[in-house]
């Protein structure tokens, strides 16, 4: 009986237009924490989940307090992320787009470590932590691009889009915030495209990402595969076609080594 790598490989091999879906479950391997696992930050600090919560209205009512409380904030939730470095599982998703089969990338996690590990056509759903958005014309920017700290001691903060005039926060996505349009409708586009859908270390229940492999599956088309640890909503559902657990880390440089000796 053909393997489920080697099954996953010859999908992958012979789709037209794969695509990929990451979460969190890729982020771990690098050593950085989720948010609701056994030792997430919020399962360990519901405090903090409360604040994270009201995010984005605080930073409605008041973007100069939301942005002077960021800045003198010590450390992000998740650590010290400049310092954490791409793991296997995402050099292997990187190389699939090297290699021409994987089109696009979508991710949930805002470490930055896709882009790291050199993939180009990234799509961050939930934004990114070293990048700045305008909220009205969806500009991005690097951090570095503003000196936050003299506009805090100079009072001149938030800061202000150069392209629009518009308000410019953190690129990371709050509750309750809409997805930013460029990305929440390029990836429907991608999902609904696709001939093959991997994904790979996502629980699957935050929407409206996790409505992404419904897109795909509603079209019919799209072979849908998990490398996950545990069965999701996506498993016990049908969406998915079949799910190879394990870590992401371990598994799609397994995939990957597999493509290649397709193709020889």
């Not at 979460?23 to 360990?44: H, L, N, Y």
């Not at 409380?69 to 998740?78: D, G, I, N």
């Not at 492999?213 to 076609?241: F, K, W």
Request: a negative charge.
């Amino acid at each position: 009986m053909e393997s489920l790598i080697t099954k996953a490989a010859r999908h992958l091999a012979e789709s037209s237009y794969a695509i990929a879906l990451t979460g969190a479950g890729m982020s771990t391997e690098s050593g950085i924490p989720d948010f609701r696992g056994p030792q997430g930050v919020w399962t360990k600090n519901p405090e903090a989940e409360r604040r994270a919560y009201l995010g984005w209205q605080r930073f409605q009512a008041d973007p100069k307090g939301w942005w002077e409380e960021r800045l003198a904030a010590s450390t992000s939730a998740l650590g010290n992320l400049v310092e954490r470095q791409p793991n296997a599982g995402h050099y292997a998703l990187a190389e699939l787009e090297k290699m021409g089969i994987i089109k696009c990338l979508v991710t949930q996690n805002v470490d930055g470590l896709h882009e790291k590990a050199g993939q180009q056509h990234l799509m961050e759903y939930h934004g990114s932590f070293a990048k700045l958005r305008c909220i009205e014309c969806n500009a991005r920017f690097r951090r570095d691009a503003f000196d936050l700290q003299d506009l805090l001691q100079k009072g001149q903060l938030p800061p202000i889009c150069p392209s629009c005039g518009g308000i410019i926060k953190s690129d990371g996505v709050g509750f309750g915030e809409p997805i930013p349009s460029d990305v929440a409708q390029g990836s429907l586009e991608e999902a609904w495209k696709c001939d093959m859908m991997l994904i790979c270390g996502t629980s699957a229940v935050v929407y409206p990402f996790a409505n992404l492999p419904r897109v795909a599956r509603q079209r019919g088309i799209a072979t849908i595969v998990e490398v996950n640890a545990e069965p999701t909503p996506l498993t016990h559902e049908g969406i998915s076609d079949f799910i190879i657990q394990g870590k992401t880390g371990e598994v799609l440089p397994a995939i990957v080594e597999e493509v290649k000796r397709l193709r020889q």
